[in-house]
């Protein structure tokens, strides 16, 4: 997949490593959630979606924690561990379980957004393009979390990693961008949004790319070996005429 400028301008050469990396960490979260489902027999999907809201940040954690540049933080007030690379904070959430719902029509959670991210969008969200939607001031339960983030450099960014999936389907789609905060229902204005490649599509698409090898790159056939010893190769071959000389040829006539 090419990269766009802003994903340059973002994360420089990474930016291959940066994506598959997401799309490994979140296909490693959504398969620990299944299982969860698996193992407690039941139809209701709560073990998938409380397995999921956790692990989908441990695993980003642990695919970015040997990588240069990062810094894993944990909010006070915060249960989940946030990854910041390079000045750029990584915000995953799941937008839909189905592809009926468009990215551009997604919202952030399923209801009031919590503290911790009206906290993120205010401290680290781009310039709201329209003031008058924009959310000016704090609700008061997010005064102690932006506290917390006290200590993040101003210029950090706000990157969102946006993804559907269910416990059915697997994972469908993972974009990432730049979006504000519209109301407190989670609306988002996205400024950047671009798409993801899944783990198994990138996978694909390196086979796909591999060009066969040409006729003369291939290895060349070793001839076969006389196995004949040396003694046997000055005795003729079974079936094969033996030479008369002339000597023989004269006392026979």
């Not at 990396?21 to 959504?30: D, K, P, Y």
């Not at 642990?62 to 910041?84: C, N, Q, T, Y």
């Not at 781009?126 to 917390?148: G, K, S, W």
Request: aromatic residues 6%.
């Amino acid at each position: 997949m090419l990269e766009s400028q802003w994903a340059r301008d973002t994360f420089g050469q990474r930016v291959p490593a940066i994506r598959q990396a997401i799309a490994e960490a979140l296909s490693v979260a959504l398969d620990n959630a299944r299982d969860a489902q698996t193992a407690a027999q039941t139809e209701h999907t709560h073990p998938f979606g409380f397995t999921l809201m956790s692990r989908k940040f441990e695993a980003l954690a642990e695919a970015f924690e040997d990588m240069g540049d990062v810094r894993i933080i944990k909010p006070a007030g915060s249960p989940h561990e946030l990854v910041v690379l390079d000045g750029k904070l990584l915000f995953p959430f799941r937008y839909a379980k189905d592809r009926s719902i468009s990215v551009m029509s997604a919202r952030i959670g399923e209801g009031r957004p919590s503290a911790l991210v009206q906290a993120l969008f205010n401290r680290f969200g781009p310039e709201p393009r329209m003031r008058q939607l924009a959310l000016h001031d704090l609700a008061p339960q997010t005064v102690p979390v932006a506290e917390a983030l006290s200590d993040l450099p101003d210029d950090t960014s706000l990157v969102l990693i946006a993804y559907a999936c269910n416990a059915h389907a697997g994972l469908l789609d993972v974009w990432w961008g730049e979006a504000e905060l519209l109301d407190r229902t989670g609306s988002l204005r996205w400024h950047v949004c671009e798409p993801i490649p899944l783990a198994q599509d990138a996978s694909a698409a390196g086979q796909a790319g591999a060009q066969p090898a040409a006729f003369d790159q291939g290895a060349l056939p070793t001839p076969a070996l006389n196995p004949r010893t040396g003694a046997a190769r000055l005795t003729a071959p079974v079936g094969e005429a033996v030479p008369i000389t002339r000597a023989e040829a004269a006392g026979g006539e």
